[in-house]
């Protein structure tokens, strides 16, 4: 008998208890034992807001050790919950078609308690891969008997069309009796982050996951090769697949084998070659394939597999480039401090305004605003006049349920047809559709709210946010200095305003607003950033790391939840490519991303320090990615044309400049790269005439 029972109420902090106790200790929620026979007895997992995983005894059969999944969404009562439970139930179905299999957990129950689902399955006991690895790295032989056991495994689950997205070494276990690889987590909260979480469209851990489960969404059976190819990389080396992926993102299994610690065969190198290519098309395609090749090396000989592989070798990096010949673009403080990213940190989201302050200032507090404003304008003079239909009551609801933008503007639209001269709903709309970047639409929301009511100064500051996302900071100070008329006690707004003063190279009036934001709110993270901006700009380097690093305390004691704490990163990164402390910048680029991996500014200074370390083709790799992420992002473009001209890749140099010049016609210092890239490509007449064309933009 266990000496703990666990709570199972997924919110309670501290649900380990005494055996005998009937109340938790520390949530006073009853210690129940499910169906009378599933007693949890330790918490393993949280999933964060999806629900947590228990280890539990079965007292039918003799106290024997199972695991308890427990579903508990936050998002009861909206469609995303029905999805998540018809997921839920996927992973019972696809255990309960699986579990016969002695390396596949068994599904023992399935049912719902207390307005929770609950999976209850076989508890394999032994130690996952990551703990087995932790003395020392595998030898070829070691790895192939791990392969020949657990490809079976995969060739029965892509049988049934199931294809498990997130094989890594912590869901792979050694059973102690018999050293059997057993396979688990079947998946249902991958995907239940995709239906639920507001912004998470990946599928997989980084590191393990491939390229296309990442970027697409799209998964194969090829992808689970893939992970599983990885997974043998890191069995052969030891070396950490998530840390690669985050400082070269799929550029490292071009060199995988560079990291071996010890040789293997040539024919084993040439099959995880076939598992480890970026591009699904030119992998093993099943796992029946993979132990062909395992188990009859003279197929693979015949076979060949001319699937375009490429070659694996190393880029060595040219000398430096005169400084002099050289330069950064036009108006940026020096070639490390990247106009995006700049851009990025000087514009502040929609507001911070704290708890305390007036309800109209609880803009983007969607749930507070929201709830207040109808109590106030609509709930009670429906009261009043006895009017009785509740369907703005359940609009009401599900939209204090919803973080998903687009539910948000369906709901709002719903509500604005059944009172079109409420403010609130054309506000809440038009963050919605400020969060998806649908500007035009978040402005005319906006607008339309201002005309209903010319004093709604929430409204005036996000048609300010508006335009600084346009790249139109004096139309910003124009809405920004209406909100803080018509509300002088509104912090985000002097902050908001601060950084639209620094794009106009105002200075001293961004300090000033920054100073004043945390005179009226000594937490709000962003104006602390704005502050560290503007002391970059005076070069007082030592006071801009101050301010960072206090803007940065702040959002881990969340004394900002709104402020996006990747932001203050990229800026403090910015700073140190400016003092030529490029690992410094890396370590807080890796922060930023972690916050925000789709962050195309955090990409572009990551690029410029790896630049400034000579680390050539992990800039051209960070560069590659910002591009992706905004095939219209200048910057990237002109820093991966100076990587190249470093690398002496000439005409990639020159294709970079082109971009650019497309991009903006009038950018001198394009031009003049681009004379150097030609002079030094041999073409001196195209060389003198970009370098004439950039002394007229001069």
């Known amino acids: 008998m266990a000496n703990t029972i666990c709570c199972l109420n997924p919110y309670c902090e501290h649900p380990n208890n005494l055996p005998k106790q009937e109340l938790c ?21 949280d999933e964060g807001g999806f629900g947590r995983t228990y280890l539990a005894e079965d007292l039918d059969k003799l106290n024997t050790e199972c695991i308890i999944k427990q579903l508990a969404p936050q998002v009861q009562g909206t469609e995303a919950l029905k999805k998540a439970t018809e997921l839920f139930a996927q992973e019972a179905r696809q255990l309960q078609e699986l579990g016969e299999n002695p390396q596949i957990p ?43 056991n657990i490809l079976p495994v995969l060739k029965l689950i892509h049988g049934k069309n199931i294809i498990h997205r997130d094989i890594k070494p912590t869901n792979i276990i050694q059973r102690e009796e018999d050293g059997q690889y057993i396979l688990i987590d079947f998946g249902a909260s991958k995907e239940l982050r995709k239906t639920i979480a507001t912004k998470a469209t990946q599928i997989g851990t980084f590191g393990y996951a491939p390229f296309e489960q990442l970027t697409e969404g ?16 890191y069995l052969l080396t030891g070396e950490d697949p998530n ?7 799929y550029q490292w299994v071009k060199n995988w084998d560079l990291y071996l610690k010890q040789p293997i065969s040539h024919n084993f190198k040439n099959i995880l070659n076939l598992l480890l290519q970026k591009d699904h098309k030119n992998r093993l395609s099943s796992a029946q394939e993979v132990v062909d090749i395992l188990s009859k090396s003279s197929l693979y000989q015949k076979k060949s597999f001319s699937k375009n592989i490429p070659k694996t070798e190393r880029i060595i990096p040219s000398s430096t480039l005169e400084k002099t010949v ?11 401090y990247p106009e995006q990213a700049n851009k990025n940190v000087n514009s502040t989201k929609i507001s911070k305004i704290k ?32 009017y009785k239909d509740h369907s703005l009551n359940n609009l009401n609801t599900s939209l204090e349920q919803s973080k998903i933008p687009q539910e948000r503007i369906e709901i709002n639209t719903q509500r604005i047809r059944i009172n079109p001269r409420e403010t609130a709903f054309y506000v809440s709309r038009g963050l919605a559709y400020y969060d998806l970047k649908d500007w035009e639409n978040a402005f005319s929301d906006f607008s339309k709210a201002i005309e209903l009511d010319p004093s709604n100064d929430p409204a005036y500051n996000n048609i300010g946010n508006v335009y600084s996302r346009l790249d139109n900071s004096q139309k910003a100070i124009e809405n920004y200095d209406t909100s803080i008329k018509l509300n002088g006690n509104n912090p985000t707004a002097y902050s908001n305003r601060g950084s639209s003063y620094i794009t106009l190279k105002e200075y001293k009036k961004a300090l000033a607003d920054a100073n004043k934001a945390i005179e009226l ?49 990229n800026s403090r ?15 807080d680029v890796e922060e930023a991303l972690k916050l925000d991996i789709n962050n195309e500014n955090s990409y572009d200074i990551g690029a410029d320090a790896y630049k400034g370390l000579k680390q050539y083709s992990k800039a051209i790799f960070y560069y590659d990615t910002s591009i992706r992420l905004n095939p219209k992002n200048s910057y990237s473009y002109f820093g991966r044309g100076l990587t190249y001209i470093e690398m002496k890749e000439y005409k990639k140099a020159i294709a970079d400049y082109n971009k650019v010049i497309e991009l903006k016609p009038n950018d001198a210092s394009a031009y003049n790269n681009r004379g150097v890239a030609y002079e030094r490509f041999g073409d001196s007449q195209k060389a003198q005439a970009d370098f004439a064309k950039a002394e007229q933009l001069k």
């Open 25 to 45: 200790k520390y949530c006073g929620n009853k210690l129940v034992t499910l169906r009378n026979r599933y007693q949890p007895i330790r918490l393993i997992s």
């Open 326 to 336: 050289l330069v950064a673009p036009a108006g940026r403080k020096n070639k490390n």
């Open 573 to 587: 990164a910015i700073l140190y490519n400016i003092l030529e402390k490029y690992e410094q910048a890396i370590v």
């Open 355 to 386: 708890k305390k302050k007036s309800i109209f200032d609880l803009f983007h507090d969607y749930d507070a605003y929201i709830y207040v404003t109808i109590a106030i304008l609509i709930i009670v003079p429906m009261i009043i006049s006895g």
């Open 218 to 233: 799209n998964a194969y059976p090829s992808s689970d090769l893939y992970s599983l190819g990885v997974i043998c990389f």
């Open 243 to 249: 840390n690669l992926y985050i400082n070269q993102g």
């Open 106 to 148: 068994q599904l023992l129950a399935y049912f719902e308690e207390e307005g929770y689902l609950y999976l209850i399955q076989q508890y394999i006991r032994g130690k996952t891969l990551d703990k087995l690895i932790t003395q020392k790295v595998w030898n070829e032989q070691k790895v192939k008997n791990f392969l020949t």
């Open 521 to 569: 709110d000594p937490n709000i993270a962003s104006a602390y950033n704005v502050r560290g901006d503007v002391y970059v700009e005076f070069k007082q380097y030592d006071k801009a790391i101050t301010e960072y690093n206090k803007a940065i305390e702040l959002e881990k004691k969340d004394n900002d939840p709104l402020w996006d704490e990747s932001t203050t990163y």
